[in-house]
């Protein structure tokens, strides 16, 4: 039979190499821990960083759509305007057309001859 003793010997051995490896992996393990850690900051930092820029992208675009908002009624209140007077310039337009293609308005100051041929003689006019 064996010996009780040397076999827990080298059963003693055997265990005191397999710490070895188990310390050896457990400070590996370790290091790739610290280095995961390391890794998942540098990324909230990052996630944090572009949370940020988003945010205030968004403030930009709230304030740039209440400025566009703003321009728009300013556009619209000029068209309108500009409406009022196109269609008061055809009114007249309209007016002194008609005065002076009426050959029996005269002037003030009146003559049998028509307004436009009264207030520029030079004017060669064509009948048509």
Sequence with gaps: MADPNNDLEAR??????????????AAAARVLAGGADR????LAAKLDAHTRVLNALRETQLEQGIAIGELSHRVDGLEHEMRQGFAMMATGMARITALLEDPSWTSPHATSAPLCEREFPDLQHTAT
């Design 39 to 42: 890794d998942v900051s540098a």
């Design 12 to 25: 003693v051995t055997a265990l005191e190499s397999q710490i070895r490896l188990v310390r050896a992996d």
